[in-house]
C-alpha cells in the first residue's frame, strides 16, 4: 500500500526544484535521474504527492510520453509507487529505507570521535564549579527540588534574551536537563501517538528520536542554501495539519545554513496563522564564527503562545552540564513543567550554579570559543580541501560542523570503513527520517587541529578504500543542501 501523502507539489514547483535537469541521454531516462537524485537528497521528502504526468509534461515542456516513462522507471526502482484516487507518491526503495542511527562515541583514545559535533569544556569551568560551591549552602536548607528551574538562573537566562531584544520575564523561562530533555518535553506535550511532527530535513537526529518516542511521526521539510524551505514548510502546515514545527534557525546542525532575518518573521507568522507551535532550536546560535550574529528567532518576543525557543549550554560552554532551557509563553511553561514532573523532578542544582557563573562571563568565554572553533574550522576546510578534494565542502558560517556531499551514495559503506581506519564518524542517513542522505557526510570541526589532522588522515584512507571518486564539479556550482 502507497504511504500517505504529507503534501503536493504542482508542476511549476517542481520545475523549479529539478533546474536544469537534462542530460545527453534520452530525456525520460534524465527525468528519472534528476527525480531519483532530489529524492534521495531530501529536496523533494519522501510521502510527497506528484503532479499528474499532463501537469509535469506542461510545466517542463516535454511529451507525456517521456513523463510516463520516467515515471514507470521510477516505479519499477522503487522510488515512487502509486495507487488509483491517491496519486504517485515519492518512497524509497526497501532496502533504503532505514535510518542509520545516530552513534555518541565512548572513550577512546585510539579513536577520533567525530559522530558528537561537540566541543571541551572552557578553561573558565573549574572557577566557575568554585564558584557554584561556595553558593550551595544557600540552597541546602531546603529538599532542592525546583521544577521551573532555579530562580536566579531563569532570571538570568530572561536577561539574557531581553538584552538581544526579546523581552522576556522569568515566568517564561523553563530549566530543563540539557536542551535534550526540553526536546522531548515539547514533544510528549504537543504531540502524541500518531500526530504529525514537521522537522527539517536533514535535522538533529535526537529530534527525530524524540518525536517518534511519544508515537508521532515526522514529516520532513527540506533544507536549502537559504535554510528551511518556507513554500513547503507552508503547504506542508495546510495540508498535514502538524501538531509541532521544529527548527535550527541558527547554524543549522548539519548543514550549517541559518534562516535570513526575513524569513524568520515569515515563519512567526505562518504560526500565528495556522496555530501551529513552532520550536526554534537556538543551541549554536552563540557560535557565530562569520557575519552579524542571526536575529532573535522569536523577534521582539513578549508572550507569543506559538513560538518557543530551546537553549542549551552544551555548545557554549560544556556538554558535560546537563543545562537546557525552554523560553515560552508562561502558560506554556507551566505545562511542560507539569510534564516534566513524571520524567525527572527538577535539574541538579549544582550544574545550574555552574551554568549561572559561566552566564557572567559569557562575553569572555564566547569570544575565546569563537575564535578556537572558527580556526579548527578553517584547519579542517584547508586539511579537506588538500587531501579530499573529491570532496564537495560547504564553509558555514558558524556552529561546529560542515555538510559535505561526497558525489555519491557512499556515506553508510564510508563510516563503516573509516571505524578501521581509526575515525568515528555519523553517516548522512542519521540526519535525516528515511534513509536519504547518503551521498552526505557531517564533519565537525569541535576538535583541536592535531585530532581533525588525524581524522582527516583517516577519512581520505577509508575514501581510497571505498575506490570511489566522484567527477569534477564545476567552479562556483551550489549544491542542492549545504
Known amino acids: 500500500m502507497p504511504p500517505t501523502a504529507d503534501r503536493r507539489v504542482n508542476g511549476a514547483r517542481l520545475r523549479t526544484l529539478l533546474g536544469s535537469w537534462h542530460h545527453h541521454g534520452p530525456a525520460y531516462q534524465a527525468l528519472a535521474d534528476a527525480l531519483r537524485g532530489l529524492t534521495r537528497s531530501g529536496t523533494l521528502p519522501l510521502a510527497t504527492r506528484l503532479p499528474g504526468e499532463r501537469e509535469v509534461a506542461e510545466a517542463l515542456g516535454v511529451s507525456r510520453t517521456t513523463v510516463t516513462a520516467a515515471y514507470d522507471l521510477l516505479r519499477d526502482e522503487g522510488f515512487l509507487v502509486s495507487r488509483r484516487g491517491s496519486g504517485t507518491v515519492t518512497t524509497l526503495p526497501d532496502h533504503a529505507g532505514d535510518r542509520a542511527?545516530?552513534?555518541?562515541?565512548?572513550?577512546?583514545?585510539?579513536?577520533?570521535?567525530?559522530?558528537a559535533a561537540a566541543p571541551p569544556a572552557p578553561p573558565q569551568l573549574a572557577a566557575a564549579c568554585a564558584a557554584a560551591l561556595d553558593a550551595l549552602p544557600r540552597y541546602t536548607a531546603r529538599a532542592g527540588y525546583l521544577p521551573l528551574g532555579l530562580p536566579d538562573l531563569r532570571a538570568a537566562i530572561a536577561e539574557r534574551y531581553t538584552r538581544r531584544g526579546v523581552r522576556t520575564t522569568p515566568d517564561q523561562v523553563l530549566v530543563t536537563t540539557g536542551g535534550q530533555q526540553a526536546i522531548h518535553l515539547l514533544a510528549g506535550t504537543f504531540a502524541g501517538t500518531g500526530d504529525r511532527v514537521v522537522v527539517e530535513h536533514p535535522t538533529y537526529p535526537h529530534a527525530v528520536d524524540a518525536v517518534r518516542a511519544v508515537g508521532a511521526r515526522p514529516v520532513p521539510v527540506p533544507v536549502t542554501t537559504q535554510g528551511t524551505d518556507l513554500d513547503l514548510l507552508a503547504s506542508t502546515l495546510r495540508q498535514a495539519s502538524p501538531r509541532l514545527v521544529y527548527?535550527?534557525?541558527d547554524h543549522h546542525n548539519p548543514t550549517g545554513t541559518s534562516l535570513p532575518d526575513q524569513d524568520r518573521e515569515h515563519v512567526r507568522d505562518l504560526a500565528r496563522r495556522t496555530r501551529t507551535v513552532v520550536v526554534g532550536d537556538e543551541t549554536l546560535t552563540d557560535l557565530?564564527?562569520?557575519?552579524?550574529?542571526?536575529?532573535?528567532?522569536a523577534g521582539g518576543g513578549g508572550a507569543d503562545r506559538y513560538v518557543v525557543c530551546v537553549g542549551s549550554a552544551s555548545k557554549s560552554f560544556w556538554g558535560g552540564l546537563r543545562v537546557g532551557w525552554v523560553r515560552a509563553h508562561p502558560d506554556v511553561v507551566a505545562a511542560l513543567g507539569q510534564r516534566r514532573a513524571h520524567v525527572d523532578l527538577c535539574t541538579s542544582v549544582l550544574d545550574q550554579l555552574v551554568t549561572l557563573r559561566l552566564l557572567d562571563r559569557a562575553d569572555e568565554i564566547l569570544a575565546e570559543r569563537r575564535a578556537t572553533v572558527r580556526a579548527q574550522r578553517d584547519a579542517l576546510l584547508g586539511m579537506l580541501a588538500r587531501d579530499l578534494p573529491d570532496w564537495q565542502v560547504a564553509v558555514p558560517h558558524g556552529g561546529l560542523s560542515t555538510w559535505v556531499d561526497l558525489g555519491a551514495p557512499v556515506s553508510t559503506t564510508l563510516a563503516a570503513l573509516a571505524h578501521g581506519h581509526g575515525v568515528r564518524v555519523a553517516p548522512g542517513p542519521a540526519f535525516g527520517v528515511d534513509g536519504t542522505f547518503e551521498d552526505r557526510l557531517r564533519v565537525p570541526f569541535s576538535q583541536d587541529a592535531a585530532t581533525l589532522r588525524r581524522a582527516v588522515d583517516g577519512l581520505a584512507a577509508a575514501w581510497a578504500a571505498l575506490g570511489t571518486r566522484t567527477s569534477a564539479r564545476v567552479a562556483g556550482g551550489q549544491p542542492t543542501l549545504v
Not at 288 to 297: R, S
Request: charged share 25%.
Open 247 to 249: 527548527l535550527v534557525p
Open 101 to 115: 542511527p545516530a552513534r555518541l562515541g565512548t572513550v577512546d583514545d585510539e579513536l577520533v570521535d567525530l559522530s
Open 288 to 297: 557565530t564564527l562569520d557575519g552579524a550574529d542571526p536575529a532573535p528567532f
